[in-house]
């Protein structure tokens, strides 16, 4: 199969290239980038006013199977993340039964193999059944291509015992994806701690329950040598800890979700579950914190936390519904609007953080479209004007805060290993 797409403006971190393009795709891989390509081809894509990019890779999605397919499913979700533009998602190990062994991440294989049509790279639970008492199986669980480790979801508490995890993951390869929360500190609380949360009624989140875990897991991190990776930061201080921890010389990167950056707790329009998330919506201190963060490079990935959940769950009060919200098709037309077109990111940065920071952070040949690399790209309108209509989503999960919300950014085509796996042309 051969793809000539034509005109786009190509924007790949990997060597910098940021200019007007021609791409020609002959079966799985890039053969030549140049500003004119004279090919026969089976098929022409104008790609003209467009963004041509490495595809996306979000080290932070939620595909709810095995155990929670009425929620989403690896095939639903990875469809949605293709629909955003994602071409390699790294699903966290909380489902039922969690993904802690050798088998589990075999089964994942499979069933991404049968189900997906973008990659998908298993990340293993820290502990068994992520009760927090004892380690997974590691070592099985790396020789079955789980490249990274978490205990999404909750953090392990015993210090000890995730200490000893953070040294196997360490000896075996493995990223630490770090969910900084204090349980002791949470004291039942359900958005942020502040005015909001005084005016609604609810029991609160406050920072320490996040920056409390970031400071001892970045401890910990510098003692045992282990990559780690923090998820879904919302705090000002918890910028201000990852600058400290690469002073420290720890190996650290951190991501921001788009929600954490699109909105704060005064968003909050009432009792509506769609806008509760862990951690919750913060200050606008913490926003402009995090977004600082993210244009000087503290912050080196944008990660949506994808996070399904039925209507009836999210139709609850904020005080018992679930946590979390769902993120793959809006990530980049909020980036695009919150960052770029505001003056905080360039371009490039913006994929630097989608694409090429999270390749490298895993470990993976991704996040580079030049010539010989495989062709997982996407190909975006950074013009095209639109309102978030949850009932267009491809995922099972609608809760989102943004439905109605004006946004630029719309994605057109996603390819992986070559071929078109999602198209809106």
Same mark, same amino acid.
């Given at each position: 199969?051969?793809?000539?797409i034509q005109g786009g403006y190509v924007l790949n971190p990997a060597t910098g290239l940021a200019g007007v393009n021609d791409?020609?795709?002959?079966?799985?891989?890039?053969?030549?980038?140049?500003?004119?390509?004279?090919?026969?081809?089976?098929?022409?894509?104008?790609?003209?006013?467009?963004?041509?990019?490495?595809?996306?890779?979000?080290?932070?999605?939620?595909?709810?199977?095995?155990?929670?397919?009425?929620?989403?499913?690896?095939?639903?979700?990875?469809?949605?993340?293709?629909?955003?533009?994602?071409?390699?998602?790294?699903?966290?190990?909380?489902?039922?039964?969690?993904?802690?062994?050798?088998?589990?991440?075999?089964?994942?294989?499979?069933?991404?193999?049968?189900?997906?049509?973008?990659?998908?790279?298993?990340?293993?639970?820290?502990?068994?059944?992520?009760?927090?008492?004892?380690?997974? @199986? =590691?070592? &099985?669980?790396? %020789?079955?291509?789980?490249?990274?480790?978490?205990?999404?979801? /909750?953090?392990?508490? *015993?210090? #000890?015992?995730?200490?000893?995890?953070?040294?196997?993951?360490?000896?075996?390869?493995?990223?630490?994806?770090?969910?900084?929360?204090?349980?002791?500190?949470?004291?039942?609380?359900?958005?942020?701690?502040?005015?909001?949360?005084?005016?609604?009624?609810?029991?609160?989140?406050?920072?320490?329950?996040?920056?409390?875990?970031?400071?001892?897991?970045?401890?910990?991190?510098?003692?045992?040598?282990?990559?780690?990776?923090?998820?879904?930061?919302?705090?000002?201080?918890?910028?201000?800890?990852?600058?400290?921890?690469?002073?420290?010389?720890?190996?650290?990167?951190?991501?921001?979700?788009?929600?954490?950056?699109?909105?704060?707790?005064? @968003? =909050?329009? &009432?009792?509506? %579950?769609?806008?509760?998330?862990?951690?919750?919506?913060?200050? /606008?201190?913490?926003? *402009?914190? #995090?977004?600082?963060?993210?244009?000087?490079?503290?912050?080196?990935?944008?990660?949506?936390?994808?996070?399904?959940?039925?209507?009836?769950?999210?139709?609850?009060?904020?005080?018992?519904?679930?946590?979390?919200?769902?993120?793959?098709?809006?990530?980049?037309?909020?980036?695009?609007?919150?960052?770029?077109?505001?003056?905080?990111?360039?371009?490039?940065?913006?994929?630097?953080?989608?694409?090429?920071?999270?390749?490298?952070?895993?470990?993976?040949?991704?996040?580079?479209?030049?010539?010989?690399?495989?062709?997982?790209?996407v190909i975006a309108d950074p013009d095209a004007e639109y309102t978030i209509d949850v009932r267009k989503f491809v995922s099972?999960?609608?809760?989102?805060?943004?439905?109605?919300?004006?946004?630029?950014?719309?994605?057109?085509?996603?390819?992986?290993?070559?071929?078109?796996?999602?198209?809106?042309?």
């Amino acid at each position: 199969m051969i793809t000539l797409i034509q005109g786009g403006y190509v924007l790949n971190p990997a060597t910098g290239l940021a200019g007007v393009n021609d791409v020609l795709v002959v079966d799985e891989v890039v053969k030549e980038i140049a500003p004119h390509i004279t090919a026969e081809a089976h098929r022409v894509i104008d790609a003209t006013g467009k963004y041509v990019m490495p595809g996306f890779i979000d080290l932070h999605e939620h595909l709810r199977e095995p155990g929670f397919e009425y929620k989403e499913t690896i095939a639903t979700g990875a469809m949605a993340a293709a629909a955003g533009g994602f071409t390699t998602i790294c699903p966290m190990p909380n489902t039922n039964p969690v993904i802690d062994s050798r088998v589990m991440v075999e089964y994942l294989n499979y069933k991404a193999a049968e189900d997906s049509p973008i990659n998908i790279i298993p990340v293993g639970a820290v502990t068994v059944a992520q009760a927090g008492e004892k380690l997974a @199986d =590691i070592k &099985g669980m790396a %020789a079955a291509g789980a490249r990274a480790l978490s205990e999404d979801g /909750r953090s392990v508490m *015993d210090p #000890l015992l995730y200490k000893e995890g953070m040294k196997q993951a360490a000896a075996e390869g493995l990223v630490v994806l770090a969910h900084c929360e204090d349980r002791g500190l949470l004291a039942g609380g359900v958005m942020n701690a502040g005015r909001k949360a005084d005016e609604l009624g609810m029991p609160g989140i406050t920072n320490s329950v996040e920056d409390v875990i970031t400071a001892r897991d970045i401890l910990l991190a510098k003692e045992t040598g282990v990559q780690l990776h923090l998820c879904h930061c919302s705090t000002a201080d918890s910028v201000e800890l990852v600058r400290m921890g690469k002073k420290l010389g720890v190996r650290l990167s951190a991501e921001v979700c788009p929600h954490h950056f699109a909105m704060t707790e005064e @968003d =909050i329009p &009432g009792d509506d %579950a769609n806008y509760k998330m862990n951690p919750p919506l913060r200050t /606008r201190a913490d926003v *402009d914190a #995090l977004i600082a963060g993210l244009a000087d490079g503290t912050m080196e990935v944008i990660a949506t936390d994808h996070a399904p959940h039925s209507a009836e769950e999210k139709a609850r009060s904020i005080r018992n519904a679930p946590f979390g919200i769902v993120g793959s098709e809006t990530a980049f037309a909020l980036t695009l609007t919150e960052l770029v077109k505001k003056g905080h990111l360039t371009p490039m940065q913006m994929v630097e953080k989608l694409s090429y920071n999270p390749a490298r952070i895993i470990g993976i040949d991704k996040g580079d479209i030049s010539e010989g690399h495989i062709a997982d790209l996407v190909i975006a309108d950074p013009d095209a004007e639109y309102t978030i209509d949850v009932r267009k989503f491809v995922s099972k999960g609608k809760n989102s805060p943004f439905h109605g919300r004006k946004v630029y950014g719309k994605i057109l085509l996603t390819m992986v290993n070559g071929e078109i796996v999602f198209e809106a042309l």
